[in-house]
């Protein structure tokens, strides 16, 4: 990625006492750990929250980053980190987890996706189902959807944030389409 | 539990990834086409795939409509903050507007513009006509919105020491307070002291007659006795007074 160098050099001033370098690597990645964040999560105050957390927490640990990894593969680990660890807790206080109603109600989806061409003039059902149905995902698996349909990342850039062979990417995500092609189709039959 | 069909697998999905996502090689693209051509696995996933592709899209549209997209953003340079739009709950009334205002209509925005136009033409014209109304303590006394007496009288003490104090004021005021048809009977009186009182009198039902003192201090008012002839002043008001 074009902006990594600079990443790195805006860091260093950062480390060296730049008081505004830090903010220029939030404008610069904010949103993309936003999007992130949101289609990990599935809710925009949970997005804002995790975001909000990543960067502090990527600002309180800012001596330990040592360079080894890109700056953007550090942010992408902390972000998903945040991003797991608030989904724990939001379990452990019982709240409304969004992967569990994605197991149990299905009555949302109205047809199997590969049998309606029009699919996304179907409307806010479809739309719903999707979203359960993404949020379902293993975390592994999620995580590379959202890279690559919310961040628009390439294969290289995903598996440069992730440290991850581009073959890993490829088959990650091609698992994760076969998984969600599954459970839209279940949804689908339930609905029926 | 319903069956759940889904075409079996073929040992290229990696590339049926890469094709969706238009992140292959020219060489490799044409190769996978013509072998997409043969393999119905791989026909029947693509389509599939397309599919939840469009609708993932359609989620992320629908849920981050007001963020650029990552292309739009690499494309113009524009970068909004996310923690600023997102970070406050409220965003402030002038963002709002200024808002409201880049996503309104162009017919919407004439029909504003136009509306604030009349607002403030009637502002203006509200402003001057409240101007011509007299704003003597008559006005204040004839809106009676005045009810306490003491806050009456205290307006009223104010106004008249301030005529005292200002003869053109004073010439002014009592043109006010006296006009040709008065609404009510203030008026001002020399007091014995020789201070000017204002005299607040709400409009009264039935006219009654003037006391002496009164009639003594119009007709000083008016010129028509000078104060030491008061003594020996006989008015036939008064007598009138006595034979009633």
New interface residues.
């Given amino acids: 990625m074009e902006t990594a160098t600079s990443d790195e050099q805006i860091v260093e001033r950062a480390l060296t006492g730049d008081a505004e370098a830090f903010g220029e690597i939030?404008?610069?990645w904010?949103?993309?750990?936003?999007?992130l964040a949101?289609?990990m999560l599935g809710r925009?105050e949970d997005?804002?929250d995790a975001?909000?957390e990543t960067?502090l927490a990527a600002f309180r640990n800012l001596r330990g980053f040592r360079g080894e990894a890109k700056v953007s593969s550090w942010l992408h680990r902390i972000a998903v980190n945040q991003c797991i660890s608030r989904q724990r807790r939001a379990k452990v206080r019982n709240e409304a987890a969004l992967d569990d109603e994605a197991e149990n109600d299905a009555s949302s989806f109205s047809a199997p996706?590969?049998n309606?061409?029009g699919?996304?003039t179907e409307g806010r059902e479809?739309?719903d189902?999707?979203?359960r149905a993404?949020m379902s995902l293993p975390i592994e698996l999620r995580q590379v959807?959202v890279m690559?349909?919310?961040?628009?990342l390439?294969?290289r850039e995903i598996a440069d944030a992730l440290d991850l062979p581009l073959?890993t990417v490829?088959?990650r995500?091609?698992?994760a389409?076969?998984q969600?092609?599954?459970r839209?189709?279940?949804f689908g039959?339930?609905a029926a | 539990m319903e069956k759940v069909v889904i075409a079996p697998s073929c040992e290229r999905g990696n590339d049926l990834i890469a094709f969706l996502y238009a992140e292959i090689d020219g060489s490799e693209e044409r190769d996978f086409k013509h072998h997409m051509q043969h393999c119905a696995a791989c026909k029947s996933a693509f389509a599939a795939f397309k599919g939840i592709r469009e609708s993932v899209v359609a989620w992320r549209q629908e849920s981050l409509g007001v963020v650029l997209s990552p292309s739009v953003v690499a494309e113009t340079g524009v970068a909004p903050t996310i923690l600023s739009r997102f970070g406050s709950r409220k965003p402030s009334a002038l963002a709002a507007i200024r808002e409201f205002f880049a996503l309104s209509p162009l017919w919407m925005k004439g029909a504003l513009a136009f509306a604030s136009v009349l607002f403030c033409l009637f502002a203006v014209l509200a402003v001057a006509r409240l101007r011509e109304t007299p704003q003597a303590p008559v006005a204040i006394a004839a809106n009676d919105k005045v009810s306490g007496g003491q806050e009456r009288n205290a307006i009223n003490e104010k106004s008249a020491r301030k005529q005292f104090k200002d003869p053109t004021a004073t010439q002014t005021a009592k043109t006010a307070v006296v006009p040709d048809n008065p609404p009510s009977q203030n008026t001002l009186r020399r007091g014995p002291n020789g201070s000017i009182e204002f005299v607040y009198n709400p409009r009264p039902k039935t006219r009654r007659p003037l006391t002496r003192a009164e009639r003594e201090q119009l007709a000083a008012d008016l010129r028509l006795i000078s104060p030491k002839d008061d003594a020996d002043l006989d008015l036939l008001g008064d007598r009138l007074n006595r034979q009633e």
């Fill in positions: 939030v404008q610069r904010e949103r993309r750990i936003f999007s949101y289609g925009e997005a804002r975001t909000q960067f996706l590969e309606s061409p699919r996304v479809q739309i189902a999707v979203r993404v959807v690559k349909e919310f961040e628009e390439t294969f073959s490829k088959s995500l091609y698992t389409f076969r969600l092609q599954m839209l189709q279940r039959n339930e």
